[in-house]
């Protein structure tokens, strides 16, 4: 009898593909080193996270969400909170409670807090949400982000209302963005492998059959809730830590539709397909910046008028998606077959050596 | 008494915006099940189309100059170009992609609409003179309620009642509702996809045009954000409403302006800032309640 592999070995490969295509964007920085193209690849890692962070709920559940920047929101203002100086804070935030007033910690714990705090949030929300699904649900969760960045920005002693939240510490090596890219694709994978994941996409596609064998979507959907509104909180902390500066505006349509856009042109189901979409719609970006600002092509100067970068973007995301309109990945993740545990015919699986 | 008329008149206006915003994307999202992100960007090409491109601060009126009677059939020919041209290129090719595959290609689109505006007129918003007359109060029954406020009410019920009877008693009207309720099923009974679909584009463009004139008139202001913030009401309320339900989104939109116009007169000060939020607050409460909408439609309805 022939025993079949978990499916641990049989998809191990994918997150070890992504992990080092995350490691191999590391390094450019690292060659490059200049300021500028640092701060690129900062970028692209936060967007990471925040991509892959909505691909947990959106790909595994199937239910689109307008919302998710919302938590980024949360998460963005809660290290911005813990972190700025108490004496700036008192100034302009007087509204905190004294503990967060007096606290100045490092941005690890920052990181940690709004973590915790944007899935806490997450928790309480989709408790009530859940329940919905289809576009209903998408617009639900849309309404979501519309009261949480009115009450940011209205709420003038705690949020200093719309104008920006400065003086967060900036952290600018690339280790730390990175770190938590690979953490944020591990623990996707990790979910997306586990019995909730597995049942999660079970009621994605036959959602009346999957209810009969006996899986609670409401439940499932929560989880993934949870988990990705964690990590929306992380990419938003983490781009706190970027720039040194938040605003509520920041975190509405615009990051909103970026970030959907990458995911649906990467592929919307799969986890391959939000990481490779953030890498090559950023190194589109990036090129077409640098033709903005002008290339040299053999001494003519040539550069490209104001707007034309994003009209460029926009067109190649629509071309994109006609000639393949469940994205570049078709769904599919990047695997490589039979990797590191070969299939041998007694069904007995080797370990992996090396 | 005249503060009540006033809050009244308000309201009515403001959902009138928004139900004809939110009418211009059921009519698409029924035929083609499409939720077009665009249509925020057809209004702002609308009013800009009104400008001589230039990016200085100061606008050089173009079409804006023409006689009324001939302005406004322009605009709406050139909503319904821009709306009908948006179909032939790119959603025609998406008619079998799934429905985010879809709602990302019109918000592509409607980033290259509004960046193809950058270009030509820049970011700043720019002033636009357009019947200021029509500003001026007027009185009813000691209120002053501004003239527009009464045209626009005045516009939106003839625009409504318009469409319901081309809707109801003409042969394409039928033949678009028919494809509503079911694409496939009006498709095997001899009806043309192709012409349907293209006439409800034309049909939402044209009330984008009317929007986009009405906000140029009341705003006085061209800003190629202006048609972003009605377009998500707008597109809140057609689901609100009942996706694909035409009389839901009308209701809906009336009704989500009702509300923020009645918040914002009696909310108590310090929380009128907040005015969004319980609206959007209120919006998940009757998603909660209605999943699928005040209107269901028959065909809607999930079968197990």
């Known amino acids: 009898m022939q025993r079949s592999q978990t499916i641990l070995q049989r998809t191990l490969s994918t997150p070890v593909i992504l992990i080092a295509i995350l490691a191999i964007v590391a390094l450019a920085a690292l060659i490059v080193g200049t300021g500028p193209f640092n701060q690129t690849v900062i970028e692209i890692f936060i967007r990471i996270v925040l991509v892959v962070g909505l691909y947990v709920f959106i790909g595994n559940s199937g239910v689109i969400s307008f919302g998710h920047i919302g938590f980024t929101c949360l998460g963005a203002y809660m290290t911005a909170w813990l972190t700025i100086l108490p004496a700036m804070k008192k100034s302009k935030l007087k509204g905190l409670p004294d503990i967060i007033l007096n606290a100045k910690l490092h941005y690890g714990w920052g990181l940690l807090a709004a973590t915790i705090f944007a899935g806490l949030c997450a928790y309480i929300i989709g408790k009530v949400l859940m329940r919905l699904s289809g576009i209903a649900a998408s617009i639900a969760t849309f309404a979501v982000l519309a009261v949480i960045i009115q009450v940011y920005s209205n709420w003038d002693s705690v949020t200093g209302a719309q104008s920006s939240v400065v003086g967060i510490p900036i952290v600018r090596t690339v280790w730390p963005y990175f770190a938590c890219a690979v953490l944020v694709v591990i623990v996707a994978y990790s979910y997306s492998i586990s019995r909730s994941g597995l049942a999660l996409r079970s009621a994605r596609d036959e959602a009346i059959a999957a209810s009969a064998s006996g899986v609670d979507i409401t439940r499932e959907r929560l989880i993934a809730f949870v988990i990705s509104g964690a990590m929306m909180g992380l990419g938003g902390a983490l781009y706190a830590h970027s720039v040194g500066v938040v605003t509520p505006d920041t975190f509405y349509l615009n990051l909103t539709f970026i970030c959907l856009s990458m995911l649906v042109v990467g592929g919307m189901n799969s986890l391959s397909g939000a990481v490779l979409g953030v890498v090559i719609l950023s190194s589109i970006i990036q090129l077409l910046r640098w033709f903005e600002k002008g290339v040299d092509f053999g001494g003519s100067i040539v550069a490209l008028p104001l707007g034309v970068q994003e009209i460029a973007i926009g067109v190649v995301m629509i071309v994109i998606l006609m000639f393949r309109p469940s994205g570049l990945t078709r769904n599919k993740e990047l695997s490589w077959p039979h990797w590191p545990f070969k299939q041998l015919p007694a069904g007995r699986s080797r370990a992996p050596t090396g | 008494m005249t503060a009540l008329l006033q809050v009244f008149f308000d309201a009515l206006s403001l959902g009138s915006l928004y139900a004809l915003g939110a009418l211009g994307i059921a009519l698409i999202f029924g035929v083609m099940r499409l939720v077009n992100f665009a249509h925020g960007d057809y209004i702002a090409f609308c009013v800009f189309a009104m400008l001589w491109p230039s990016i200085d601060a100061a606008a050089i009126v173009f079409l804006g100059n023409l006689p009324a009677w ?86 939106t019920l003839v625009i409504l009642l318009g469409l319901v009877l081309f809707l109801k008693h003409t042969r394409y009207g039928l033949e678009m509702r028919a494809a509503a309720e079911n694409f496939t099923m009006a498709r095997m009974l001899g009806i043309r996809a192709n012409t349907v679909i293209m006439m409800a584009f034309a049909l939402s463009g044209m009330l984008a045009a009317a929007v986009g004139l009405i906000l140029a008139t009341q705003s006085g202001t061209a800003d190629i954000q202006m048609g972003a913030n009605l377009m998500l009401v707008a597109f809140v309320a057609t689901v609100v409403g009942g996706l694909g339900s035409l009389p839901g989104a009308v209701f809906a939109g009336f009704l989500i302006g009702g509300l923020s116009s009645l918040m914002q007169a009696y909310l108590p000060p310090d929380a009128r800032p907040f005015r969004d939020a319980f609206v959007y607050g209120a919006v998940i409460f009757m998603l909660i309640w209605r999943p699928n909408g005040l209107f269901t439609q028959k065909s809607a309805k999930q079968r197990v």
């Open chain 2, 70 to 155: 001939v302005l406004i059939p322009v605009i709406l020919v050139l909503g319904a170009g821009i709306s009908v041209l948006s179909e032939i290129l790119v959603f025609r090719r998406f008619r079998n992609a799934n429905p985010a595959t879809m709602m990302i290609a019109s918000f592509a689109l409607g980033f290259v609409i509004k960046y193809f505006l950058l270009m030509l007129y820049s970011s700043r918003p720019k002033s636009i003179d357009l019947w200021s007359a029509v500003s001026l109060p007027l009185e009813i029954f000691g209120a002053r309620i501004p003239l527009l406020q009464v045209i626009t009410i005045a516009v």
